[in-house]
Each structure stands twice: as structure tokens, then as C-alpha cells.
């Protein structure tokens, strides 16, 4: 069964690099026609796309974070990473890792596998 | 962006009765070369990261129980929850996967009544 599992410092300072890993387990980040990204969940409020990368294929950002962010897969380690730089209070959130297929061939279509989330808080 | 907007924010639903949610799209969501509907439908109980409830707009993922359905196209789309169970307090979420920035709706809060 595909676990992902996400990894990082639950502190940043403003105006520093937020760095996260998904450790994707039960299954090959290199296989399939999937995309592996990121959304967060502020408190209290809903979810917000960040971005995802496929394997061999292209990466997507959310236009109100692109200058900010990076979505990369380590195929080697069978990992995802996030940066995001130039951090805010508002960047204070709850970030999931999750896998989307969203091909036409997708056998299950959407977001179908999700991290169980890391609380990251950006404070002084 | 495609804006995806939900109604209502909340619902109070007795014990076996129907929730309905509605979901619109700011554009048409739905490619006709494969006539699919670019549309999903998810659960968030609290603590717990969102599942996946429909996808296709109509395609319910496997495990989910059957009071559970969607309907609609194009730019409005309809989650319908038959016999609220208590376990179905829940935020309830659309999200489009038409195109990237992948939006998701704002969120509808189910209670009991």
C-alpha cells in the first residue's frame, strides 16, 4: 500500500527557506502517470495548491507562490521536496504531501493518496 | 485560474436524511475528446488529511459507501450524501484537476442536526 510520509522543522523564521521531504514508501515515485506535490491547510481554513511534479514530465507551481517555490522529485531516494523561500505568518500552515493522477488513462483520477501532514509555523 | 465556488459553507442535516452541496467552476471543467468531467470530491474529518470521495465528477473511489454520489458538468456539480450517517461530520471539498493551479472549492461544513 502507498504511504507518504512528510518530514521537515516544525519552526521557520520569517524571510528564511522552508525545506520538506516526502518519503513516498509501497511504491516507485517513477512509475505511472502521476503527479507529487504539495497543498497546505492554513488554520482553520481550506486547501491550497502549491504544486506538483511528474516523473519525465512537467512541473506546475501555483501562480500566487511561483517566484517562491520548488517542487522536486528525488528519484534516487524516492522522495519529494519542497522549498519555499522568503517565509511569511501567512506561510503558517499544515502541509500534505499527495499524489495526483489527472490523465484521461488515470485509473483513479484526482488526489489519491495523501501524507498525514506536517504543522509548520513561521515565527520569530 | 479556475475559481471553484462552493454552497452552502455549512449544513445541518438530521440523522438519515440528505445533504446536497453544490460546486461551480468559473470556467467548464469538463474535455470533450474523452467527454470526462475534470472534478473531484473529498471528505476531511478533523485530524485527518482530506480523502478521496468521486472523482469524474461521478466515479465514487473504492471503499466509499454508496449514500455517496456526485452529478453535474461543465461548471456546476452536485455532492449528494443519502442517509447522513454520524460518521459523515465532515468539511467537505471540491477541487478541480482540469488544469494547474489545481483549485480546490472553500469548503462545506456537514453537522447533525
Known amino acids: 500500500q502507498l504511504q507518504l510520509h512528510e518530514a521537515g522543522p516544525g519552526l521557520v523564521r520569517p524571510s528564511e527557506t522552508l525545506s520538506l521531504i516526502c518519503s513516498v514508501s509501497?511504491?516507485?515515485?517513477?512509475?505511472?502517470?502521476?503527479?507529487w506535490g504539495w497543498i497546505r491547510q492554513s488554520p482553520g481554513t481550506g486547501l491550497e495548491w502549491i504544486g506538483d511534479?511528474?516523473?519525465?514530465?512537467?512541473?506546475y507551481y501555483n501562480p500566487s507562490l511561483k517566484n517562491r517555490v520548488t517542487v522536486y522529485l528525488d528519484t534516487s531516494r524516492n522522495q519529494i521536496s519542497l522549498r519555499l523561500s522568503s517565509l511569511t505568518a501567512a506561510d503558517t500552515a499544515l502541509y500534505f504531501c499527495?499524489?495526483?493522477?489527472?490523465?484521461?488513462?488515470?485509473?483513479?483520477?484526482?488526489?489519491?493518496?495523501w501524507g498525514q501532514g506536517i504543522t509548520v509555523t513561521v515565527s520569530s | 485560474d479556475i475559481v471553484m465556488t462552493q454552497s452552502p459553507d455549512s449544513l445541518t442535516v438530521s440523522l438519515g436524511e440528505r445533504a446536497t452541496i453544490s460546486c461551480r467552476s468559473s470556467?467548464?471543467?469538463?474535455?470533450?475528446?474523452?467527454?470526462?468531467?475534470?472534478l473531484a470530491w473529498y471528505q476531511q474529518r478533523p485530524g485527518q488529511p482530506p480523502k478521496l470521495l468521486i472523482y469524474?465528477?461521478?466515479t465514487r473511489q473504492s471503499g466509499v459507501p454508496d449514500r455517496f454520489s456526485g452529478s453535474g458538468s461543465a461548471t456546476d456539480f452536485t455532492l449528494t450524501i443519502n442517509s447522513l450517517q454520524a460518521e459523515d461530520v465532515a468539511v467537505y471539498y471540491c477541487?478541480?484537476?482540469?488544469?494547474?493551479?489545481?483549485?480546490f472549492g472553500q469548503g462545506t461544513r456537514v453537522e447533525i442536526k
Open positions: 499527495a499524489r495526483t493522477c489527472n490523465g484521461g488513462s488515470c485509473y483513479v483520477a484526482g488526489t489519491d493518496v
Open positions: 511534479a511528474a516523473y519525465r514530465g512537467k512541473t
Open positions: 509501497g511504491g516507485s515515485i517513477t512509475s505511472g502517470n502521476y503527479y
Open positions: 469524474w465528477a461521478s
Open positions: 470556467q467548464s471543467v469538463f474535455l470533450g475528446s474523452n467527454n470526462k468531467n475534470y
Open positions: 477541487q478541480q484537476y482540469f488544469n494547474a493551479p489545481r483549485t
